[in-house]
Antibody
Framework: EVKLLESGGGLVQPGGSLRLSCAAS????????MSWIRQPPGKAPEWLGV??????????EYNPSVKGRFTISRDNTQNILYLQMNTLRAEDTAIYYC?????????WGQGTLVTVSS | DVVMTQTPPSLSVAIGQSVSISCKSS???????????LNWLLQNPGQSPKRLIY???NLGSGVPDRFSGTGSEKDFTLKISRVEAEDLGVYHC?????????FGSGTKLEIK
């Protein structure tokens, strides 16, 4: 069974940093692209970016809205996906989800809430 | 970015009725590989989104066949036949053809 479990969310001040984790299980982690998606309260989701699989060199691609501030990485020995978020702003307040794959949106985690506020 | 316009923003239907939700994109969603990456998701209250339909008309695993998707190019429709109580929530279309992938603003389905 595919399982994705996000963690690391919480309250952070504007300008601060946070690193989110997504623990994956139930599939061969290195075979799959992994994505991050966020959803501000009461709004539509927003795709943040993707890290490709082993066959594609673990390269990354980002939404221009977060490029330069957010970094996606993965630990393929522990099957963990990361999202490093820097220079956080109030508008980054959202539930952050990890998802398996690029275009399919078939598997999502339960999400972790990030609140950016002073 | 591709803009996804969903209508209506909300629906109130009785159990057993059928409904349709429209999703229109600002650009053609036909990828250079010939496929059209348009998905439909359902977000039940307090839950993560769940995929219903992928590539316009393919039913996701475990999704009841009361759900169906049609469309092409820039114009897509999700139909729910015989609505059940578990169908309440917010429906989103999402295009995965053009980076950055973008979501519709959602259609909230309420049960009368």
């Amino acid at each position: 069974e595919v399982k994705l479990l996000e963690s690391g969310g919480g309250l952070v001040q504007p300008g601060g940093s946070l690193r989110l984790s997504c623990a994956a299980s139930g599939f061969t982690f290195t075979d799959f692209y992994m994505s991050w998606i966020r959803q501000p309260p009461g709004k539509a989701p927003e795709w943040l970016g993707v890290i490709r699989n082993k066959a594609n060199g673990y390269t990354t691609e980002y939404n221009p809205s977060v490029k330069g501030r957010f970094t996606i990485s993965r630990d393929n020995t522990q099957n963990i996906l990361y999202l490093q978020m820097n220079t956080l702003r109030a508008e980054d307040t959202a539930i952050y989800y990890c998802a398996r794959g690029l275009r399919w949106f078939a598997y999502w985690g339960q999400g972790t809430l990030v609140t950016v506020s002073s | 970015d591709v803009v996804m316009t969903q209508t209506p923003p909300s629906l109130s239907v009785a159990i057993g009725q059928s409904v349709s939700i429209s999703c229109k994109s600002s650009q053609s969603l036909v990828h250079s590989d010939g496929k059209t990456y348009l998905n439909w998701l359902l977000q039940n209250p307090g839950q993560s989104p769940k995929r219903l339909i992928y590539q316009v008309s393919n039913l996701g695993s475990g999704v009841p066949d009361r759900f169906s998707g049609t469309g092409s190019e820039k114009d897509f429709t999700l139909k729910i036949s015989r609505v059940e109580a578990e169908d309440l929530g917010v429906y989103h279309c999402v295009q995965a053809t053009h980076v950055p992938f973008t979501f519709g603003s959602g259609t909230k389905l309420e049960i009368k």
